[in-house]
């Protein structure tokens, strides 16, 4: 045995121990596969650091890891030889963040996450001691509902895989919790599909995914496409959407992590049979989504150089690790920075610590969960507040939840392995407080072609009645109020005049107003979106109802109420002398029809008036300009027009009856100057043929392509009742007075009675043939005087 040997080996052995005891060294376990790619960032950092002393008599030493089976055993054979870890910077993998997080913190050491997506890692209460320096699945779901929002999209597919292999199907939870912030901005997830992978997850169920793809173009016609996959889902869609012909100017499809296909676009070649070519074509229509490698503004950083010095440092020592002549397809990681800005916090944490607690670094040992010291670490990584080069580093936490200032870019590719940047969305958005809180939108349009659209270009054309159709209903509805006019000239002129003054030619006045107004209704009726604002429309199809409906009352309302003072007079044997009714009375009748019209157009205006609704008549879809051109007509409605109408029509349809019972009760009266009796019949039957008639026409082609013809039958029904009505009551009066008519039942100022009975209706009994010609004169004398003396 070599004793000099020996003891040389064991004085060195207790020699490094006794250093390792004493050393001043803080050390970071960085776990993470291809460490190569993201140290340039951690010793440029450290190198800045140590220029500023930030850290006194401290040096930072990482300890690099790779995750596997044995992470645990070594992180316990670290302990036991004393190595002061207060970091762990990692691991990559959400999983492993997960397994790995409980063991750090009984470490006493604080965890860095850089590449971990899951959103539970803002989740304060279940990751106390964990700082997310990457962006969360959260930002992506902001940043994606932004994009979408910003691009007018509207209608998308989502589309994930489910994959076993994965924790907690991380695809699954992100597309569903996606799907529910961009609901909330008014998109539409028309489509959520899941891909099935076969049970080794490294083949796809093709024929599946090729028919749903083909579904949501065929059924849906979608065209923006959000994925939610790994690289090797992404080669197997490439393929099926080539095959389909989904690509060109009408298709976007959205991925995250662009890096990804970047770094691995060897990865899977092969499994398809599709080409290189013919994945480019498609990968034209792709959008990646990433974090920003760097921020976009060259402001003065934490380190007292600019972002784009710093950048150029941090390259400089990849290219000399890697030199291009040796290494032509290395690329330094998009994420270095990152590190960067994660030493520095960390640095700057450590240095607000030993402020207030000298001693903390020196006292530090991994031997047990010490909660002091991590609560230490915590509120020092949260009072955080620097220029950094990724963006501003200042944690905010609102509730539970902890979010770090990200910036996320939208790249496009372009054919050749790189991208492009379309926009970039802060995502912080304005639910994180703070000064940095809030929403900033800096977006870019480098589309080779016009940004697509979510659906085909909709042109509208609005169909109204038309300029002919209005001017030839409105001329013969003028015409129809010049007629009232003429008969309204007639009525005052001629009031003195016998028969005219026993026809109650105050009521008649009335009759004349109420069929002017009714005429008015059919000009209120026609104003379009071609005459008056489009907000006033129904306002104008409210007023026409109501005038229309007035203007039918004051007509049959005032010709009824006349008739209805004839039938009390001449047909109340025992009560005509006790009966006075004047024409204040009758327009008292004529008023309370007016009450009841008005009190059921209040109830239907305070519940539910009309509104304007848009009708599409007709859509055509042209292919090769990718519209649709949709004919559409403005129709007022209302939700409860049915109830409305249907009570309108029972209560002129009882007015209607009441007319029809007085126009019978009193049809032996002969005395033409004061009974338009055999008018009034004919009268309601028109009405009621042509509002009928009206009505069916109406409903029907109300909302098709007939609506000209609906409105013309409308205001045809409506012309043709009111003048057919108008000439019954007044044409023979006009008559009358061009032939000086002479009433042969009215003669020297007393009424006559041919014939040789009289009908008394109140008694419901006839005058017998017996009673003398004389005695039935002086009874319709008497009548006749009194009804005089009643005006």
Same mark, same amino acid.
């Given at each position: 045995?070599?004793?000099?040997?020996?003891?040389?080996?064991?004085?060195?052995?207790?020699?490094?121990?006794?250093?390792?005891?004493?050393?001043?060294?803080?050390?970071?376990?960085?776990?993470?596969?291809?460490?190569?790619?993201?140290?340039?960032?951690?010793?440029?950092?450290?190198?800045?650091?140590?220029?500023?002393?930030?850290?006194?008599?401290?040096?930072?030493?990482?300890?690099?890891?790779?995750?596997?089976?044995?992470?645990?055993?070594?992180?316990?054979?670290?302990?036991?030889?004393?190595?002061?870890?207060?970091?762990?910077?990692?691991?990559?993998?959400?999983?492993?963040?997960?397994?790995?997080?409980?063991?750090?913190?009984?470490?006493?050491?604080?965890?860095?996450?850089?590449?971990?997506?899951?959103?539970?890692?803002?989740?304060?209460?279940?990751?106390?001691?964990?700082?997310?320096?990457?962006?969360?699945?959260?930002?992506?779901?902001?940043?994606?509902?932004?994009?979408?929002?910003?691009?007018?999209?509207?209608?998308?597919?989502?589309?994930?895989?489910?994959?076993?292999?994965?924790?907690?199907?991380?695809?699954?939870?992100?597309?569903?919790?996606?799907?529910?912030?961009?609901?909330?901005?008014?998109?539409?997830?028309?489509?959520?599909?899941?891909?099935?992978?076969?049970?080794?997850?490294?083949?796809?169920?093709?024929?599946?995914?090729?028919?749903?793809?083909?579904?949501?173009?065929?059924?849906?016609?979608?065209?923006?496409?959000?994925?939610?996959?790994?690289?090797?889902?992404?080669?197997?869609?490439?393929?099926?959407?080539?095959?389909?012909?989904?690509?060109?100017?009408?298709?976007?499809?959205?991925?995250?992590?662009?890096?990804?296909?970047?770094?691995?676009?060897?990865?899977?070649?092969?499994?398809?049979?599709?080409?290189?070519?013919?994945?480019?074509?498609?990968?034209?229509?792709?959008?990646?989504?990433?974090?920003?490698?760097?921020?976009?503004?060259?402001?003065?950083?934490?380190?007292?150089?600019?972002?784009?010095?710093?950048?150029?440092?941090?390259?400089?020592?990849?290219?000399?690790?890697?030199?291009?002549?040796?290494?032509?397809?290395?690329?330094?990681?998009?994420?270095?920075?990152?590190?960067?800005?994660?030493?520095?916090?960390?640095?700057?944490?450590?240095?607000?610590?030993?402020?207030?607690?000298?001693?903390?670094?020196?006292?530090?040992?991994?031997?047990?969960?010490?909660?002091?010291?991590?609560?230490?670490?915590?509120?020092?990584?949260?009072?955080?507040?620097?220029?950094?080069?990724?963006?501003?580093?200042?944690?905010?936490?609102?509730?539970?939840?902890?979010?770090?200032?990200?910036?996320?870019?939208?790249?496009?590719?372009?054919?050749?392995?790189?991208?492009?940047?379309?926009?970039?969305?802060?995502?912080?958005?304005?639910?994180?407080?703070?000064?940095?809180?809030?929403?900033?939108?800096?977006?870019?349009?480098?589309?080779?072609?016009?940004?697509?659209?979510?659906?085909?270009?909709?042109?509208?054309?609005? /169909?109204?009645?038309?300029?002919? $159709?209005? %001017?030839?209903?409105?001329?013969?509805? @003028?015409?129809?109020?010049? #007629?009232? *006019? &003429?008969?309204?000239?007639?009525?005052?002129?001629?009031?003195?005049?016998?028969?005219?003054?026993?026809?109650?030619?105050?009521?008649?006045?009335?009759?004349?107003?109420?069929?002017?107004?009714?005429?008015?209704?059919?000009?209120?009726?026609?104003?379009?979106?071609?005459?008056?604002?489009?907000?006033?429309?129904?306002?104008?199809?409210?007023?026409?109802?109501?005038?229309?409906?007035?203007?039918?009352?004051?007509?049959?309302?005032?010709?009824?109420?006349?008739?209805?003072?004839?039938?009390?007079?001449?047909?109340? /044997?025992?009560?005509?002398?006790? $009966?006075? %009714?004047?024409?204040?009375?009758?327009? @008292?009748?004529?008023?309370? #029809?007016? *009450? &009841?019209?008005?009190?059921?157009?209040?109830?239907?205006?305070?519940?539910?008036?009309?509104?304007?609704?848009?009708?599409?008549?007709?859509?055509?879809?042209?292919?090769?300009?990718?519209?649709?051109?949709?004919?559409?007509?403005?129709?007022?409605?209302?939700?409860?027009?049915?109830?409305?109408?249907?009570?309108?029509?029972?209560?002129?349809?009882?007015?209607?009856?009441?007319?029809?019972?007085?126009?019978?009760?009193?049809?032996?009266?002969?005395?033409?100057?004061?009974?338009?009796?055999?008018?009034?019949?004919?009268?309601?039957?028109?009405?009621?043929?042509?509002?009928?008639?009206?009505?069916?026409?109406?409903?029907?082609?109300?909302?098709?392509?007939?609506?000209?013809?609906?409105?013309?039958?409308?205001?045809?029904?409506?012309?043709?009742?009111?003048?057919?009505?108008?000439?019954?009551?007044?044409?023979?009066?006009?008559?009358?007075?061009?032939?000086?008519?002479?009433?042969?039942?009215?003669?020297?100022?007393?009424?006559?009675?041919?014939?040789?009975?009289?009908?008394?209706?109140?008694?419901?009994?006839?005058?017998?043939?017996?009673?003398?010609?004389?005695?039935?004169?002086?009874?319709?004398?008497?009548?006749?005087?009194?009804?005089?003396?009643?005006?």
């Amino acid at each position: 045995m070599n004793l000099p040997k020996l003891s040389t080996t064991i004085v060195a052995w207790l020699a490094i121990m006794v250093c390792c005891a004493n050393s001043e060294n803080i050390w970071i376990k960085v776990i993470t596969t291809r460490s190569e790619f993201y140290e340039p960032g951690l010793e440029i950092a450290r190198k800045h650091i140590m220029k500023t002393n930030l850290l006194g008599k401290h040096k930072l030493q990482f300890n690099y890891v790779r995750p596997g089976t044995t992470l645990i055993l070594f992180l316990k054979q670290l302990a036991a030889f004393n190595m002061k870890h207060f970091l762990t910077i990692g691991p990559a993998s959400s999983r492993d963040i997960t397994l790995i997080s409980p063991l750090v913190t009984e470490n006493s050491m604080i965890q860095y996450n850089l590449n971990g997506l899951v959103n539970d890692f803002e989740d304060v209460n279940m990751y106390p001691y964990l700082f997310n320096f990457c962006v969360l699945f959260s930002g992506y779901e902001r940043a994606l509902t932004t994009f979408l929002h910003h691009h007018n999209w509207t209608r998308v597919a989502f589309i994930y895989i489910s994959d076993t292999t994965k924790f907690s199907d991380t695809y699954y939870r992100s597309a569903t919790s996606t799907e529910v912030h961009v609901r909330e901005r008014g998109i539409n997830v028309e489509r959520l599909e899941k891909f099935s992978m076969f049970d080794d997850s490294t083949r796809a169920n093709v024929p599946q995914w090729n028919r749903i793809l083909k579904s949501t173009r065929d059924d849906n016609d979608l065209r923006i496409y959000v994925y939610f996959f790994n690289v090797l889902a992404m080669r197997y869609t490439l393929c099926e959407l080539y095959k389909l012909g989904m690509y060109g100017p009408k298709y976007v499809h959205i991925v995250f992590h662009s890096k990804w296909f970047v770094y691995y676009k060897g990865f899977a070649r092969g499994r398809t049979n599709c080409t290189v070519e013919q994945e480019n074509i498609v990968l034209k229509n792709f959008v990646f989504m990433n974090r920003a490698s760097k921020r976009d503004d060259d402001i003065l950083t934490v380190a007292n150089l600019t972002v784009g010095q710093i950048n150029s440092e941090v390259k400089a020592s990849f290219n000399k690790k890697f030199p291009k002549h040796i290494y032509p397809n290395e690329k330094l990681d998009s994420e270095s920075l990152y590190y960067y800005d994660a030493l520095w916090s960390f640095a700057k944490s450590i240095n607000h610590i030993s402020k207030k607690h000298p001693r903390f670094v020196d006292n530090f040992d991994n031997w047990e969960k010490n909660t002091t010291r991590l609560s230490i670490m915590t509120d020092a990584m949260s009072n955080l507040d620097f220029e950094g080069v990724t963006a501003k580093i200042k944690f905010h936490q609102k509730g539970n939840i902890r979010r770090l200032n990200s910036n996320i870019d939208f790249k496009k590719y372009d054919g050749n392995s790189s991208t492009t940047k379309t926009g970039k969305v802060n995502t912080t958005l304005m639910d994180v407080i703070g000064d940095d809180g809030n929403y900033v939108d800096r977006f870019r349009t480098e589309w080779e072609f016009p940004i697509p659209l979510d659906a085909p270009k909709i042109v509208e054309s609005t /169909k109204e009645y038309g300029e002919t $159709v209005l %001017i030839i209903i409105w001329l013969f509805a @003028g015409a129809g109020i010049l #007629l009232c *006019l &003429i008969f309204l000239t007639i009525n005052i002129y001629y009031r003195q005049v016998d028969f005219i003054k026993l026809s109650s030619p105050n009521i008649n006045n009335l009759i004349c107003v109420g069929g002017i107004v009714t005429y008015i209704s059919i000009f209120l009726g026609g104003l379009d979106t071609t005459i008056v604002d489009v907000e006033k429309v129904p306002l104008f199809c409210n007023i026409s109802i109501v005038v229309l409906s007035v203007g039918f009352t004051l007509t049959f309302g005032s010709l009824f109420s006349k008739t209805w003072r004839i039938y009390r007079i001449f047909t109340k /044997k025992n009560s005509i002398r006790s $009966v006075v %009714i004047r024409d204040t009375h009758l327009f @008292g009748v004529v008023m309370v #029809l007016l *009450l &009841i019209d008005f009190a059921m157009f209040v109830c239907f205006l305070a519940i539910a008036p009309y509104h304007l609704q848009a009708q599409v008549i007709d859509e055509k879809l042209i292919p090769s300009e990718d519209i649709i051109l949709k004919t559409i007509i403005n129709r007022c409605t209302s939700d409860h027009q049915n109830w409305f109408l249907g009570a309108m029509f029972f209560y002129k349809g009882l007015l209607m009856l009441f007319g029809l019972f007085l126009a019978y009760e009193t049809k032996n009266i002969k005395v033409e100057s004061i009974n338009d009796s055999k008018y009034i019949g004919f009268a309601v039957y028109n009405v009621s043929l042509f509002a009928t008639l009206g009505s069916i026409v109406f409903t029907s082609l109300y909302n098709t392509e007939h609506y000209r013809a609906s409105y013309i039958v409308f205001c045809v029904c409506i012309i043709q009742s009111t003048t057919v009505t108008l000439c019954l009551i007044f044409g023979p009066k006009v008559w009358n007075i061009l032939k000086d008519y002479k009433d042969p039942n009215f003669h020297n100022g007393r009424p006559v009675i041919p014939g040789q009975h009289y009908t008394n209706s109140n008694s419901h009994s006839m005058k017998s043939g017996s009673q003398s010609q004389s005695d039935a004169n002086k009874e319709m004398e008497s009548g006749k005087s009194e009804y005089s003396s009643e005006k």
